[in-house]
């Protein structure tokens, strides 16, 4: 069962720059698909960034020219370059894993706290 940590979040200023990251404990094949997700409080989690086994990727309209999610197989992770961070990007980020390229996100990290001052 691969088991997915993230790290990388943290505090910061309007404006500024966070990388996370997303390590699996085991093998992502190269056909996986690998997403962040994010969750404010009192809000629904919501798809950030996705990207296919092929590395195609997606984002999510207001973060799209600000964040760059990436992955590197040989290392068995992923990341999520976040830059001009607004106070609206405040959230727990969580990635996930569609071992298979089915289109199911069925492995979850336990998440890591982003929080972005004004």
């Known amino acids: 069962q691969v088991q997915l940590v993230e790290s990388g979040g943290g505090l910061v200023q309007a404006g500024g720059s966070l990388r996370l990251s997303c390590a699996a404990s085991?093998?992502?094949?190269?056909?996986?698909?690998m997403a962040w997700y994010r969750q404010a409080p009192g809000k629904q989690r919501e798809l950030v960034a996705a990207i296919t086994g092929g590395r195609s990727t997606a984002y999510k309209a207001s973060v799209k020219g600000r964040f760059t999610i990436s992955r590197d197989n040989a290392k068995n992770t992923m990341y999520l370059q976040m830059n001009s961070l607004k106070p609206e990007d405040t959230a727990v980020y969580y990635c996930?894993?569609?071992?298979?390229?089915?289109?199911?996100?069925?492995?979850w990290g336990q998440g890591t706290q982003v929080t972005v001052s004004s």
């Open positions: 996930a894993l569609d071992k298979y390229g089915r289109g199911l996100y069925d492995t």
């Open positions: 085991g093998s992502i094949f190269s056909i996986s698909a």
